[in-house]
């Protein structure tokens, strides 16, 4: 297949690396000025580190008359809809992947995007690029991948078997609408403790801060709640008392020094902020009250 990829960002660029690896034809559409040649990679690619330049290519200009069969996009959930509204006339005959977070209602984020032509999913994989421009993280073999209480069409089953034939394993979610909430709402009571601390690695090596983001996710319950969302899941374990949890995540980071490695590489504060100030203008908004989140305030 003949794949783009919208932007050279950090949970993209490792995913075309992969999919180009699978034998896709990969490129990248860039704004002016950000083409380059090649890709400095120190990732770990299900398990596999690699250490390479990566030559690529990139375009910065999308004719409406393309021939790619799979636009794949993965932003900041903040960037999301001008990136759509870009890409509306732009699709083609393309399955356009939509691959970030998402706060606001997914279909409304999308609306100006054919709705007909869309498939939705999820990374799993993390890292930042460094000083240096190199790309430092991690990509894990499942990916996500879910519909909104309906059959998957035939452009949503092609764009799993992409991933499948690519060597990853799917998980899927028919309420993908709730899980993309859960997830958005354990990032934010994650990161708000990045910011309170100051520093993901040290958040990552404190028991107590462990215990905090416990206690920070549980506070922003009552948002999921008001939108009619039941905490099971991934969020499901932040019932468990803090002091486990504490536990079981030194535990896995431990035994798992990759997926640290992904989390220590994480170099975007905007985006860090971005989940937080989300989070809480919606609490604000319901009259709910999340003390732990308002006191980092002047933060964000």
């Known amino acids: 297949m003949k794949i783009l990829i919208f932007g050279r960002g950090v949970i993209s660029t490792q995913y075309a690396y992969a999919l180009e690896k699978a034998q896709h034809v990969v490129e990248f559409y ?3 000025g950000r083409a380059v040649q090649e890709i400095p990679l120190n990732i770990y690619d299900r398990g596999q580190y690699i250490d390479t330049t990566w030559k690529v290519r990139m375009r910065e200009e999308l004719p409406s008359d393309h021939d790619y069969d799979l ?9 999301f809809k001008k990136v759509a509204t870009f890409l509306s006339d732009k699709v083609g005959n393309a ?3 939509i691959f970030n977070n998402c706060w606001n209602d997914p279909l409304k984020v999308a609306a100006t995007l054919p709705q007909q032509q869309l498939a939705w999913g999820f990374p799993v994989a993390a890292g930042g690029f460094d000083q240096n421009g190199i790309l430092k993280g991690a990509l894990f073999s499942m990916v996500h991948f879910g519909t909104f209480n309906t059959t998957p069409t035939a452009r949503e089953i092609a764009a799993r078997q992409i991933f499948k034939a690519a060597g990853f394993k799917i998980k899927e979610h028919k309420d993908f609408r709730s899980w993309l909430s859960i997830h958005f709402v354990v990032n934010a009571g994650f990161l708000s403790q990045v910011l309170r ?5 040290k958040v990552l090596t404190s028991g107590e801060d462990i215990k905090s983001i416990v206690l920070n996710v549980r506070e922003l319950f009552p948002v999921l709640h008001q939108r009619g969302i039941a905490v099971k899941g991934e969020a499901a374990i932040f019932k468990l008392p803090p002091w486990l949890i504490s536990i079981l995540v030194t535990a896995m980071i431990k035994l798992n020094p990759v997926f640290k ?4 590489n994480h170099a975007n504060p905007e985006e860090i902020k971005a989940f937080c100030r989300d989070v809480l203008a919606e609490a604000n908004e319901k009259g709910i009250n999340v003390p732990r989140l308002t006191a980092i305030t002047s933060l964000l």
């Open 71 to 79: 636009i794949l996009v993965s932003v900041q959930h903040y960037q």
């Open 197 to 201: 601390t100051g520093s993901i690695k």
């Open 30 to 32: 860039v704004r002016a």
């Open 261 to 264: 490695y992904s989390l220590m």
């Open 95 to 97: 399955t356009v992947l």
